[in-house]
């Protein structure tokens, strides 16, 4: 499945490992890398339901999405109520521009 620069209409969900039935978290965040060196991250949510625990999502919009074409990376980073704090594994995704597939 392709992920197409500026779509508006996508959820990026990520597994983060961490059973949030048994831990509390105090904020979850997608962080990233475009592939132009720019990093910066997403507010996201805990996704609710489900049959596996850990999931944390964000939707896309006018101000989040993949602007730039080229391989993303992306990872989890979460903060528990004591101030510990884990991030998760980076997962890459390459981002096309929609009329090369047409």
């Given amino acids: ?6 779509q508006t209409a996508a959820r990026l969900i ?11 978290i ?3 965040k997608i962080c ?4 132009n060196g720019v990093t910066s991250e997403w507010t996201s949510q805990k996704l609710v339901g489900g049959e596996i625990s850990g999931k944390i999502y964000v939707d896309f919009s006018s ?11 992306i990872w989890a980073f979460i903060t528990f109520p004591d101030s510990r704090t884990a991030q998760g594994d980076i997962a890459t ?3 096309v521009d929609a009329a090369v597939l047409v």
């Avoid at 990520?14 to 509390?24: H, K």
């Fill in 32 to 35: 990233y890398e475009k592939p």
């Fill in 63 to 73: 101000t989040i999405k993949f602007d730039v074409l080229g391989i993303w990376r």
């Fill in 26 to 28: 105090l904020s979850c």
């Fill in 1 to 6: 499945m392709a992920i197409y620069k500026d």
């Fill in 14 to 24: 990520l597994q983060t490992g961490i059973n949030f039935n048994n831990y509390s």
């Fill in 93 to 95: 995704y390459k981002v």
